[in-house]
């Protein structure tokens, strides 16, 4: 069964407003969880590290102001697109590593649409 | 950087094996990974190697390495229908626990 999940799993907004994305490991801790961008036909692309107790880390060109991300537990971490544009509508996937990091599980991914 | 490569269409007939293929450039991975993504779905874990390894088989999946050449390979041996997906290699990045992923091979099985 699913170790990591997302909520929600769609969502569609307008321009201008923020959008709140969850990500939790379901029955072990994640002191790490990773949030990953995928355009339709492409790879992922790692966005930020989501550190438990302490800031995210951000990977080039990511804008740190646009993309909040709160580790709030151990089991949690969020994704906050702040003044959403149609350009971040993406499909948004969460992981976290289990067992001394040499297992990644995925969550089932967040699709978002911005009109 | 480090870099993942491979190829990004396969397609095979219900009942043969599949090869799919990937190069990585990291010569310090420790894990290599597999992963398959049905339409509209997030990634499954199939199966990871550890890079003292050669060959790992688990039922119909067995992946490859050779480390010399950076190669990495999965072979789904009596590939199904339901096997018709965008298959992902990915390679740890520097300990970590950041996975570099590779752009994806869809395969396509044809009854």
């Known amino acids: 069964g699913a170790v990591v999940s997302q909520h929600p799993s769609w969502v569609i907004c307008k321009s201008g407003t923020s959008v709140k994305i969850e990500c939790r490991s379901l029955?072990?801790?994640?002191?790490?969880m990773f949030w990953y961008r995928q355009f339709p036909k492409q790879s992922l692309m790692l966005m930020a590290t989501?550190?438990?107790?302490?800031?995210?880390?951000?990977e080039q060109g990511v804008e740190k102001d646009k993309f909040l991300i709160n580790h709030a537990s151990l089991t949690l971490s969020t994704l906050t697109v702040t003044s959403a544009h149609p350009e971040d509508s993406s499909f948004y996937i969460c992981?976290?590593?289990?067992?001394?990091?040499?297992?990644?599980?995925f969550g089932p991914g967040t699709r978002l649409l911005v009109l | 950087g480090e870099d993942v490569e491979q190829s990004l269409f396969l397609s095979v007939r219900e009942g043969d094996s599949s090869v799919i293929n990937c190069t990585y450039t990291?010569?310090?991975?420790?894990?290599l990974y597999w992963y398959k993504q049905e339409p509209g779905a997030g990634l499954q874990l199939l199966t990871y190697?550890?890079?003292?390894?050669d060959m790992k088989q688990d039922q119909r999946l067995t992946v490859l390495l050779n480390k010399k050449d950076k190669h990495l390979s999965l072979r789904i041996a009596d590939t199904q229908t339901g096997d018709s997906a965008i298959y992902f290699c990915?390679?740890?990045?520097?300990?970590?626990?950041?996975?570099?992923f590779g752009q994806g091979t869809e395969l396509s099985v044809k009854p």
């Open positions: 992981s976290a590593p289990r067992d001394l990091g040499e297992t990644q599980y």
């Open positions: 989501s550190n438990e107790g302490s800031k995210a880390t951000y």
């Open positions: 190697i550890f890079s003292n390894m």
């Open positions: 990915a390679d740890i990045y520097n300990q970590g626990g950041k996975l570099i």
């Open positions: 990291d010569s310090s991975s420790t894990y």
């Open positions: 029955d072990f801790q994640a002191t790490t």
